[in-house]
């Protein structure tokens, strides 16, 4: 009997030791798993939408600059034809690495909208933030081969069509200048020509025209064209005439 209640206690308490190991082992698997999960994902947050995006219409391409998200390493911008920009879909160009981009591949006459993302990025992953609020341009060159021609009293001016502009705006000056400086001497003009119709005869004036796109911006100047004015001399009769 002695003996046998002896096994039966050796029996127990083998098999308490083992459920004591067996839960040790079980519970440094559940700090390895911990480990390995917390090794896989850095728990990286994505930064704050950048704010501030502007976009400047150019000839031919669109110049964007927005605010510095914090926590951002790279920006991804993303460009469509109409409002509400999907940015699951593919962006125009990723891993900017400053607050400005010039989109170069934007035409003439095209509206355009853009949003801009933050991206955060560390070991391999990356968190990308909302995006921000939208921006629009219709890209327009200036106002190439600007002439005039003087009359009495008048010159009448004519140039190229710009791609993408809407109106012109017409500068008159009596002095040579850097560009389009001062209150325009017409605005909206339609057609690819101007009579300028105040002009007095025998003052020298220097002339300037500016694209103005659909969405109001102003081109930079074209080249400038000087002109002055005059009056045919009176018919006098000849010698011959005279008695």
Same mark, same amino acid.
């Given at each position: 009997?002695?003996?046998?209640?002896?096994?039966?206690?050796?029996?127990?308490?083998?098999?308490?030791?083992?459920?004591?190991?067996? $839960?040790?082992?079980?519970?440094?698997?559940?700090?390895?798993?911990?480990?390995?999960?917390?090794?896989?994902?850095?728990?990286? @947050?994505?930064?704050?939408?950048?704010?501030?995006?502007?976009? !400047?219409?150019?000839? $031919?391409?669109?110049?964007?600059?927005?605010?510095?998200?914090?926590?951002?390493?790279?920006?991804?911008?993303?460009?469509?034809?109409?409002?509400?920009?999907?940015?699951?879909?593919? #962006?125009?160009?990723?891993?900017?690495?400053?607050?400005?981009?010039?989109?170069? %591949?934007?035409?003439? $006459?095209? *509206?355009?909208?853009?949003?801009? %993302?933050?991206?955060?990025?560390?070991?391999? *992953?990356? #968190?990308? @933030?909302?995006?921000?609020?939208?921006?629009?341009?219709?890209?327009?060159?200036?106002?190439? $081969?600007?002439?005039? !021609?003087?009359?009495?009293?008048?010159?009448?001016?004519?140039?190229? #069509?710009?791609?993408?502009?809407?109106?012109?705006?017409?500068?008159? @000056?009596?002095?040579?200048?850097?560009?389009?400086?001062?209150?325009?001497?017409?605005?909206?003009?339609? *057609? %690819?020509?101007?009579?300028?119709?105040?002009?007095?005869?025998?003052?020298?004036?220097?002339?300037?025209?500016?694209?103005?796109? +659909?969405?109001?911006?102003?081109?930079?100047?074209?080249?400038?064209?000087?002109? !002055?004015?005059?009056?045919?001399? +009176?018919?006098?009769?000849?010698?011959?005439?005279?008695?």
């Amino acid at each position: 009997m002695s003996l046998l209640l002896t096994t039966a206690l050796l029996g127990l308490a083998l098999a308490v030791a083992g459920c004591g190991g067996a $839960g040790s082992n079980e519970e440094g698997g559940d700090d390895g798993n911990g480990d390995d999960g917390g090794g896989g994902g850095t728990g990286l @947050s994505a930064p704050a939408a950048p704010s501030g995006l502007e976009a !400047t219409p150019q000839d $031919g391409a669109a110049q964007l600059s927005w605010e510095a998200s914090e926590g951002a390493d790279t920006y991804r911008v993303y460009r469509d034809t109409s409002s509400g920009i999907d940015v699951s879909s593919s #962006a125009l160009d990723t891993g900017i690495d400053q607050t400005s981009y010039t989109d170069e %591949t934007a035409e003439n $006459g095209t *509206e355009y909208f853009y949003a801009v %993302t933050a991206v955060a990025s560390e070991g391999g *992953e990356s #968190a990308e @933030s909302e995006s921000s609020e939208e921006a629009e341009s219709i890209p327009f060159a200036a106002p190439s $081969g600007l002439e005039g !021609t003087s009359r009495d009293s008048e010159v009448a001016l004519s140039w190229d #069509a710009a791609g993408g502009a809407d109106t012109y705006n017409v500068y008159r @000056s009596t002095s040579s200048t850097d560009g389009a400086e001062g209150e325009p001497l017409a605005t909206g003009v339609a *057609e %690819t020509s101007y009579a300028d119709t105040d002009a007095q005869n025998g003052t020298k004036y220097y002339y300037r025209v500016t694209s103005v796109n +659909p969405s109001g911006a102003e081109s930079d100047a074209s080249s400038e064209v000087e002109k !002055t004015p005059f009056s045919d001399p +009176p018919n006098r009769p000849n010698s011959t005439d005279r008695p």
